[in-house]
């Protein structure tokens, strides 16, 4: 197999990887993987080289999901999937489960994402796409003890009315003769009103239904550890049942593709004869196969372990096999690397989530904490934050809590002491892991603090959840009035309400109780092993001993398991159902009967939690532990025997599948009961329903009800001594690990002018946590006082699900939101923040903002400033990776100074971060006598300085994500600030400018490498009376790395004095025809480019810098001066790029190294005459002609002053196999390159009378 290093193919390969023909087939391989960005479903096309591409990212807004999960399918076209998504903690609950998860259709082709009012089943079947354009949705009923299907037309997104079916149906796909669905060991045809009709009897409970394109449904049957492909007509219920495959459990599968193609996977022991809609395909069992069968997707797994950012999508390592050749092809894919134009849909809130998310008319839009609440400790509050544990520390507390040492005096198990287990010993601590990696990902505070960082605490569900009333109208929404409350880290539930506001649920703890168990993560460990122990007496008093019983094996916590997530039903002694319900029972068809252990053979299952019962995961997180950016979060069991035989004893950590199916609970696999009680007894003309094996009878009719619940001992190991796993502690007595260093907060005011007037997001720092609870280094002792306030505004009570808040930042505390654009949507979401100043100001002030070191990554935060006589719009990066002060600028009060940003970009994808901090004000005596901003492409932004060092860090980021990806290469070296204006006495721009310092001076630089005209000029401020300018090409100003247009950014105004500018390199294809040159085999000068219509570069050159680049860089000038109309301006030229001699003579002929220097020449005389012309104009302007300066000097000279070939890449330039060979840095000028630069620019200073 290929190394997994790109996401498509290499083109010189493909006709060997992937056979002839390629770049005509209509193929289309498909995958999916969900992190704590999304559910991304990936898409790749045989025509492309199958180059992996994001469909869609699906989210929905106000969760605090560590991963989304979910199923998808394709419909018969190829065009389009339809996708049911959800936070991953969904699968920890029955009824979000069974009906919770969210539905959409994307369109493969555009990427268009329609979410659907629609809520269903996480269950592996669902959703089930037809042989056509259409698909079911399953919400599953069990405790309504009936099942809802609702037809889709995926063609136009429009759900059909639902069907109500008695009892539990799985499977359900759509064919031509009506949805045919598994009803026990039956298969069925379900009309139009909900009735059943027997299509098959099976021998085992059906699963894994797909429709073929001759009207049949393949289907498999479990047979004990074996499994047989088959087919039925539903069109015609007489025709048999056709056997066509047999295989081992593990080995054979079935899936589907295009137009009702059927497709046979893995190893199979037989095969029959074969309609021609199905076909045998030598892939892995569980293959996703392409729309055609021509190749499967055998594996799709995170490519890296979980990252420093928590929040952030991960690369997905995906393995492809072409089966016309055999041949297996290895990609990395980044979700947020190639998305479409209709990314933003895939994060739109759904539309039956945002109709419910309106928690209150009465809510306060201004308080982040939310008095209408459920819950007992609020999101926003920021006295009440949590801090993340680190792995170590989650580990050490679960250890010494299981030990009974975890603050046992005072503190944690002071406040919830272990409890005594029936039959002795102790809870093994991979139980207690397991169950915390399976609730919150070993997560204290919400999804995005790194351990040691504040933040809201996490809390399942806090706008809503899965309670019904008895309004049988409504038994199948989700109320999000109605809160879950789950806390922390074992995501605490009982006693978490609001006192008062219990709303029949557990009664309220105290509140100290209730704080302590959402903010201290050993807290909330104390109180979740409680619960463990509770719910191992509570089984162990009803009888129901696993294994051996000894509580130190972890088998045997099978049953208190599942009780802690589904609960345990006393015996009422009346003869009803009791003990453990039907959700977990692993016979339950809503699981795969022919899933593997989980995690046991890889870690992708984490990917797919909802095909395994609750029980199953934590026996498998507790052998396999959790994967973290540090490694395994902690140290898992451990079996007896070395080798093969200890693998076997650990494999068999999960149950037989019928294990729970047994007479003493009138459970009979591969029976037939007739289900005759009253309750799902047949209307007049209807079915009955069909056998299967539950013969559990309801005692006050004595007929058969379908209700088959689990309360007797078990056994799988009866040698449980020998080979179940053995607990493993990794702390007894040692102290707890330490906190971490992850983003400490900015206490200091060191880089600020003395004057400066500050105001932060809070009007004081918050009391300090205990400190067990929290890192007592990170407190900030606050020995100024804020000059002002901060208000939040949220456009609608929605609004504030999505907005956060972290103890970082200056001052160690933060607010952030997610960008959304200027739509209805967008503004549902909406949250605004104002900073206003305790007093007037009169005269000019320099606004400076600061930005936190991370939850901050937008490029278009729009800060306006009023200043009295108006407001000043501002456009900044906040991704600086540090805690830094930035300037706004320099501007004019007359009034009291108000600051407003809000989540509103014109790229909000609701993808990246907008933080508000602190703002601060520098009151000046005067207006400065310089206010310089420095514009244009690489020659202006430092391109070149010397590697990653050398650039600020918001421009230089993701080379590797073409979407996150910012290039700009802004430096601190570059020639702008090298200049030396004469009342400096000596000292640079950049000296005078820095740390804000000197009241004379105000600098800003927005130049960016790659730039065209078009990127300077600007779109969304020019005003409506007037016309867009264009460049000569007719391109209007247009966004580059997601920055907005140079002129845009509202730096450039009345006060502006000077502004320099290089531009119009980019726009001559200079770095193209360098690339070019570099790999042209004759003389350059003669190469013809595509888009020069058979003109050599010679000829063509020339014309296009006189007649396009002139012109567009003539235009740029004369609107710098029409919104700068007091700036003088510097336009820089470019040096001799290549020098004869050196490397050079081997890279480049000599001929071609002259014409270099003759494009240089026409440069100058076109740069020259331009500015005579523009001066002719009335605009204060000189040229700066720096060719002279570097003769000898460019690449390949003595000294060398341009870069040569650089070989080495920083972090913003694409990775080496699919950017190219050579960094951006090459032929632009070295750090002594930019100082050279610098002498002609003061020159030209001179020229200016500067």
């Not at 977990?584 to 046991?600: D, H, K, Q, S, V």
């Not at 490498?1009 to 078009?1014: F, K, P, Y």
């Not at 002279?1188 to 070989?1207: D, H, L, M, W, Y």
Request: hydrophobic share 35%.
């Amino acid at each position: 197999m290929e190394q997994h290093l790109e996401s498509t193919t290499d083109p010189a390969e493909r006709d060997k990887l992937l056979g002839r023909g390629w770049q005509q087939s209509t193929d289309r391989a498909w995958t999916t993987s969900g992190d704590a960005d999304g559910f991304h479903v990936l898409v790749a096309d045989a025509s492309s080289g199958y180059a992996w591409r994001t469909a869609a990212t699906l989210s929905e807004p106000g969760f605090d999901a560590d991963q989304w999960v979910g199923n998808a399918c394709v419909t018969g076209s190829g065009k389009r999937a339809v996708v049911v998504y959800a936070p991953r903690i969904f699968t920890n609950k029955d009824e979000l489960a069974g009906r919770g998860g969210f539905s959409a259709t994307v369109d493969l082709d555009t990427g268009a994402v329609t979410k659907l009012p629609v809520r269903s089943s996480l269950a592996y079947f669902n959703p089930g796409c037809g042989a056509g354009e259409a698909a079911v949705l399953t919400e599953e009923g069990d405790d309504l003890d009936r099942t809802r299907l609702t037809r889709l037309d995926a063609a136009t997104a429009t759900p059909a009315a639902p069907v109500e079916v008695e009892g539990q149906v799985t499977s359900a796909v759509p064919t031509a003769a009506g949805v045919v669905a598994a009803a026990g060991s039956t298969l069925v045809r379900v009309d139009e009103k909900g009735a059943r009709s027997r299509l098959a009897a099976t021998t085992g409970s059906p699963f894994m239904l797909r429709p073929d394109a001759d009207g049949g449904v393949v289907f498999l049957e479990r047979l004990g550890d074996r499994v047989r492909a088959r087919r039925g007509l539903p069109g015609d219920p007489q025709a048999p049942v056709v056997t066509l495959a047999t295989g081992g459990i593990k080995d054979l599968g079935v899936t589907s593709g295009r137009a009702g193609a059927v497709f046979l996977t893995g190893k199979a022991d037989t095969v029959g004869a074969l309609p021609r809609s199905v076909v045998k395909l030598d892939v892995s069992r569980d293959a996703e196969v392409s729309t055609e069968g021509r190749a499967a997707v055998e594996k799709s797994e995170y490519a890296d372990p979980p990252g420093k950012d928590p929040a952030a999508a991960r690369r997905a390592k995906i393995d492809l096999k072409v089966v016309g050749t055999g041949e297996r092809v290895g990609f990395t894919v980044n979700p947020g690397e190639v998305v479409g134009a209709h990314a933003a849909t895939g994060r739109e809130p759904n539309p039956r989530f945002g109709k419910q998310a309106e928690l209150s008319a009465t809510a306060d839009l201004t308080d982040p904490v939310d008095a209408e609440r459920t819950c007992a400790i609020p999101r926003g509050d920021a006295s009440a934050m949590a801090t993340q544990p680190t792995p170590a520390q989650a580990e050490w507390a679960a250890d010494r809590a299981v030990l009974g040492t975890l603050e046992n005096t005072d503190g944690a198990q002071a406040m919830f002491p272990s409890k005594p287990l029936l039959g002795g010993e102790k809870v093994p601590p991979q139980i207690l892991l397991g169950v915390m990696a399976q609730e919150s990902n070993l997560w204290q505070a919400a999804r995005f603090a790194l351990p040691g960082v504040p933040a809201n605490p996490l809390i399942g569900n806090y706008f809503g959840l899965d309670i019904y009333n008895s309004d049988g109208d409504d038994d199948w929404d989700i109320h999000w009035e109605k809160a879950d409350c789950g806390y922390g880290i074992t995501q605490v539930t009982d006693g978490m309400r609001l006192a008062g506001r219990e709303g029949g649920h557990a009664p309220a703890l105290p509140a100290d109780q209730q704080r302590a168990i959402a903010l201290d993560h050993k807290t909330n460990i104390a109180r979740g092993l409680q619960i463990l122990q509770e719910k191992w007496n509570q089984t162990r008093a009803a009888g129901m001993v696993v294994n051996n019983g000894s509580p130190r094996k972890i088998e045997n916590w099978f049953f208190a398991v599942w009780a802690y997530n589904s609960g345990f039903n006393a015996d009422k002694g009346d003869g009803s159902p009791w003990g453990l319900g039907w959700t977990n029972n692993p016979i339950n068809p809503r699981y795969p009967a022919n899933r593997l252990p989980f995690l046991e053979y890889t870690q992708t299952d984490a990917k797919y939690p909802n095909r395994w019962p609750y029980p199953e995961k934590i026996m498998g997180w507790a052998a396999q532990s959790i994967a973290t950016p540090t490694g395994p979060g902690f140290a898992p069991a451990w079996w007896n025997s070395a080798g093969a035989d200890g693998n076997l004893n650990r494999q068999n950590v999960k149950p037989p599948v019928d294990l729970f199916c047994k007479p003493q609970n009138d459970c009979y696999p591969g029976q037939q009961w007739v289900p005759d009680d009253p309750s799902v007894l047949p209307g007049p003309g209807d079915d009955p329903e069909p056998p299967g094996p539950c013969d559990h009878k309801n005692p006050a009719t004595g007929k058969r009800d379908l209700k088959c619940w689990w309360h007797l001992p078990a056994t799988w190991k009866p040698d449980c001594e020998q080979t179940c796993g053995v607990w493993n502690f990794t702390y007894d007595v040692e102290p707890s690990p330490g906190w971490g260093a992850n983003y400490p907060p900015r206490c200091a005011q060191d880089t600020l002018p003395a004057n400066a007037l500050i105001i932060d997001d809070l009007p004081a720092t918050p009391a300090a946590l205990p400190a067990k609870w929290a890192d007592p280094a990170r407190r900030c002792a606050r020995d100024w006082t804020s000059q002002g306030s901060f208000q939040l505004q949220f456009a609608t009570p929605s609004a504030k699900i999505d907005f956060h808040q972290l103890g970082a930042g200056f001052d160690n505390h933060f607010y952030f939101g997610h960008t959304r654009q200027d739509d209805a949507a967008g503004t549902m979401g909406k949250v605004t923040g104002t900073w206003t100043l305790n007093r007037p100001l009169a005269g000019w002030a320099r606004v400076l903002v600061h930005i936190p070191d991370h939850g901050a990554h937008t490029r278009q935060a729009r800060y306006e400033v009023e200043t009295g006589s108006g407001t000043k719009t501002r456009v900044v990066l906040q991704r600086t990776e540090a805690n830094k002060w930035v300037s706004l600028g320099v501007m004019q009060f007359s009034g009291t100074p108000k600051v407003r940003l809000s989540t509103t970009t014109l790229d909000g994808l609701g993808t990246e971060d907008v933080a508000w901090d602190a703002v601060a004000f520098q009151p000046m005596a005067q207006k400065p006598a310089n206010v310089v901003v420095a514009l244009g492409d690489s020659y202006s932004s430092g391109e070149g300085a010397g590697g990653n060092a050398a650039y600020y860090r918001e421009t230089n980021v993701y080379g590797d994500d073409e979407e996150l990806r910012n290039a700009c290469h802004r430096s601190p070296h570059t020639w702008s600030r090298q200049g030396k204006l004469a009342r400096y006495a000596g000292n640079t721009i950049g000296q005078i400018a820095d740390f804000y310092n000197d009241p004379t001076m105000d600098y800003q630089l927005l130049a960016c490498s790659g730039a065209r005209t078009h990127h300077v000029l600007p779109y969304k401020t020019v005003p409506a009376d007037q016309p867009k300018p264009t460049d000569a090409w007719g391109v209007t100003g247009q966004s580059f790395y997601h920055e907005v247009p140079q002129m845009d950014r509202g730096f450039l105004d009345e006060s502006t004095t000077l502004v320099t500018l290089s531009i119009g390199g980019n726009d001559a294809r200079l770095t193209q025809i360098m690339k070019s040159c570099l790999t042209y085999l004759y003389d350059c000068p003669d190469e013809v480019l595509d888009e020069d219509g058979g003109v050599p570069l010679k000829d063509a050159q020339p014309a296009l810098i006189r007649n396009k680049v002139m012109p567009s860089v003539a235009t740029t000038i004369r609107e710098i001066h029409k919104r700068a109309p007091n700036a003088k301006i510097v336009l820089m030229g470019y040096p001799k790029f290549v020098e004869r001699g050196g490397i050079c003579d081997v890279l480049f002929s000599g001929r071609t190294i002259d014409w270099f220097a003759e494009i240089g020449n026409v440069f100058t005389v076109a740069y020259t005459s331009m500015t005579i012309d523009l001066q002719a104009e009335g605009i204060p302007m000189v040229y700066a002609d720096p060719y002279t300066a570097f003769n000898g000097k460019g690449a390949c000279g003595s000294p060398a002053r341009i870069n040569e070939v650089v070989g080495t890449k920083t972090d913003s330039d694409p990775p080496l196999t699919g950017g190219g060979f050579i960094s951006s840095e090459s032929f632009h000028p070295t750090r002594e390159g930019y100082q050279l630069y610098g002498e002609v620019f003061t020159a030209a200073l001179r020229k200016l009378g500067l």
